[in-house]
């Protein structure tokens, strides 16, 4: 990655916005529809962040140093390489928000990208969302132990489970999943050959076991490419540690011969 994607809240809070026209309007609003409020460069004292939208690059680049010099993130409108933060294409629904970034390369395809996930995400995730915040007590109730309350959720949220988010009625099933006992996802163990180093050679399935996986074995040398594809939080260990019952989905990582 050549960036850490992040969430930053900016409601209630100023951001410089400098630039006219088309292109400086549509940050504007981008802003606004977040919660923040736009305000010049001779209010930067009170902002951390900053977007330049300026059409001559020298005035762009001169606008960006002096903002930058008073400390604050900027970005520049088409100058990725003078830019500390991107902007991304966003889909909203609800309290999901789906942000889909290119790193400046091109944000006409990443607002493809995000137009194509619109199509596929259905408007009931932000009350699935707003539901299991109201039940994260509940949760913890239900599942005191934080590997187990992980396993559970991933099974009700798996494709096809009670919650699965593409099923229109998952909210309305909150409630219930949590009163039924087969809600709790029982112990599994999966094994994954892989006969390349390369990960976009994984299957779906595979790739998905490894997103979805609560601990993750393998040997020392194993390619850090296809680990990146496992949860960050996910357990790591030797395979020396794959008879050990653990709670959740576990996923044995072994090379074919010849890999």
Do not use: Y
């Amino acid at each position: 990655m050549h960036s850490l994607p992040l969430f930053h809240r900016i409601a209630g809070a100023k951001v410089v916005v400098i630039g006219g026209g088309v292109m400086a309007d549509a940050k504007r609003r981008l802003i606004e529809r977040a919660g923040g409020v736009c305000c010049g460069e001779d209010e930067a004292g009170a902002a951390r962040l900053a977007l330049v939208a300026l059409e001559d690059r020298m005035e762009g680049e001169a606008a960006a140093r002096r903002l930058k010099e008073r400390g604050l993130l900027v970005n520049v409108a088409d100058r990725p390489e003078l830019c500390d933060f991107t902007l991304t294409s966003v889909l909203e629904r609800g309290d999901v928000l789906v942000a889909v970034g290119t790193g400046g390369a091109s944000a006409g395809l990443a607002k493809h990208l995000r137009l194509r996930l619109e199509a596929l995400l259905p408007p009931s995730l932000g009350a699935l969302a707003e539901g299991l915040a109201r039940a994260r007590e509940a949760l913890r109730s239900r599942w005191p132990d934080p590997a187990a309350r992980r396993a559970a959720l991933d099974a009700a949220l798996a494709e096809g489970g009670p919650l699965d988010p593409l099923n229109t009625e998952a909210a309305e099933r909150i409630e219930k999943w949590l009163a039924d006992p087969a809600g709790c996802d029982e112990p599994r163990t999966v094994e994954i050959w892989l006969a390349s180093d390369d990960p976009d050679e994984l299957t779906l399935r595979q790739a998905r076991w490894l997103g979805r996986a609560d601990t993750i074995l393998h040997d020392a040398a194993f390619p850090p490419a296809i680990l990146a594809r496992a949860r960050a939080d996910a357990r790591r260990g030797g395979l020396e540690d794959a008879g050990v019952a653990r709670p959740g989905l576990t996923v044995v990582l072994r090379r074919s011969l010849g890999a």
